[in-house]
């Protein structure tokens, strides 16, 4: 198999590394931990503080609804295109190497996002980011799958989960405090304390970790075709609401999909591609990633207008718009293991029919938010029920994707089902607005962007529901479960990468 085939979560494991195995309570376990956890945890941090910021970023740029979408888009968009050859890179080159130059990028990156002096800057900038989001995410989990004893792996990888939960669940809390206190600037400048531990931790005390077996090309046509296709499309769906039916708008989306059909013909056809198509021959594989796309597409576009409706609509700070978030994450950080054993008992067709719906349930709850909106009463039952669907759901589809496929692949089945849901978030945030109606300054307006927010939510809800019609129809009692110790997962923008097996070596 070659480097882009296996970077779908770099998770190669200890398998040929040339580190020595550390063990939990030893100096270099826990750096390797701090590490791994501070690093995950920037970009972690990042995809949930960077929503709360949006409606302070539109004001102080003087920047429209279009801005505000490439701000969350653009840094989607690189890391969905890169993430997997991100990890092929680790496991070429070497995983430290490889994950210090993506927290080194990614802080710059933050560094220029919180310096930007206007909205081209900041896309650029975000942009920039989430090319250092492809290289530090995957690297996390492979630095403590390479160097920790096989007795402690499981141990490490649990404490990094737990810890990444965490992170990912006070994030929006922290992004209102900032937003409110110092201002928006500092949702990205807050990046740089933490790569400042990181970095010098990992040089001096991560022993650096190679996959042997890595060799042959990367795939980087592969990468940058996809990445360019998605781009294309995503720039004709938010432009549309501004430009109409014009050549600006149909020469991208036109482009677009004539660059997919290259990127999918070119995969068929190299040696050695960064996404395998015939993975996708796999029946269970593919259905299982079309409900991870229809959910995590309702997901991002839930919690790109969320914040939005809170502010604008309600009224309420950025805190207390960040923190009315918080059940949701709360609810996956306490249940997913728990969910994740049932759905071993009673197999996975009954949760990834029942979470979706129980989303959707909690969507449509969400069309009673509107001025004057009462916490307790509008907007804690919607959380609450999305919150529990999130936890029916997220476990069982990850372990569902793993059992789909050979216990080698596993890691590479991860990481496309990643991507996907990255990319199904990307379109989403771009669709939205244009479904819903929305024009360039919606969002400055509350009654036109109230209305616009409810249709959104039932487009939203519609998703789910598709996704649970294709987990019902097409899901199959599954043969093995993901890791227990990456149960603890929080993040709303993609499943969660799992190592796979160690014994598929």
């Not at 085939?5 to 998770?11: E, F, L, V, Y």
């Not at 502010?311 to 918080?326: D, E, F, H, P, R």
Request: positive net charge; aromatic residues 8%.
């Amino acid at each position: 198999m070659s480097d882009s085939a296996r970077a779908g979560a770099t998770t190669s494991g200890a398998v040929g590394t040339d580190a020595p195995a550390a063990r939990l309570g030893t100096r270099t376990g826990r750096a390797v931990l701090l590490t791994a956890v501070l690093g995950s945890g920037m970009a972690m941090l990042d995809s949930t503080v960077v929503n709360v910021a949006l409606p302070h970023i539109g004001a102080d740029l003087n920047a429209d609804l279009a801005v505000l979408q490439w701000t969350v888009n653009a840094y989607m968009l690189t890391l969905a295109g890169l993430i997997l050859l991100g990890g092929a890179l680790g496991d070429r080159f070497g995983r430290r190497r490889v994950f210090v130059v993506g927290v080194v990028w990614f802080a710059l990156a933050s560094l220029l996002c919180g310096l930007a002096p206007n909205a081209a800057v900041l896309i650029a900038a975000r942009a920039l980011q989430g090319i250092g989001g492809a290289l530090l995410t995957p690297g996390s989990l492979a630095l403590i799958q390479a160097v920790f004893h096989p007795d402690d792996r499981a141990g490490a990888v649990g404490a990094w989960s737990g810890l990444g939960g965490v992170a990912s669940a006070v994030g929006p809390f922290v992004g209102g405090w900032l937003v409110d206190g110092p201002g928006w600037r500092w949702v990205f400048l807050i990046n740089l304390p933490l790569a400042a531990v990181c970095v010098p931790v990992a040089l001096r005390y991560v022993p650096e970790t190679r996959d042997p077996r890595a060799h042959g090309r990367f795939d980087v046509l592969g990468a940058a075709l996809g990445a360019l296709a998605l781009g294309a499309v995503t720039y004709a769906l938010i432009a549309a609401p501004q430009k109409g039916a014009s050549p600006w708008v149909i020469g991208p989306a036109v482009g677009g999909v004539l660059l997919g059909v290259a990127f999918w013909w070119v995969e068929r056809r190299r040696a050695e591609p960064m996404l395998p198509p015939g993975i996708f021959a796999n029946r269970m594989f593919s259905s299982v990633n079309a409900v991870t796309v229809c959910v995590y597409a309702a997901f991002s576009g839930f919690f790109f207008l969320a914040v939005l409706q809170l502010q604008i609509v309600v009224g309420w700070s950025a805190l207390a718009a960040g923190t009315a978030l918080l059940p949701t994450t709360v609810l996956m950080l306490l249940l997913s293991a728990r969910s994740g054993r049932f759905a071993q008992v009673i197999g996975p067709r009954i949760p990834l029919t029942v979470g979706p719906l129980l989303c959707a349930a909690g969507l449509l709850l969400m069309t009673r938010v509107g001025p004057g909106a009462v916490y307790w009463r509008d907007v804690l039952p919607a959380l609450v029920v999305l919150g529990m669907g999130m936890v029916v759901l997220v476990a069982p589809l990850t372990s569902t994707v793993l059992a789909s496929v050979d216990v080698g692949r596993a890691g590479l089945a991860s990481g496309i089902n990643n991507a996907a849901a990255r990319a199904a978030g990307l379109i989403a945030v771009a669709a939205l607005p244009l479904l819903a109606g929305m024009g360039p300054d919606t969002y400055r307006d509350p009654d036109a962007f109230t209305g616009a927010f409810h249709r959104s939510m039932l487009f939203c809800a519609g998703s789910l529901v598709v996704g649970a019609i294709l987990g019902w129809s097409t899901v199959r009692p599954a043969g093995r479960r993901c890791r227990p110790e990456t149960a603890y997962h929080c993040g709303v923008s993609a499943p969660p990468l799992d190592p796979g097996d160690e014994s598929s070596a």
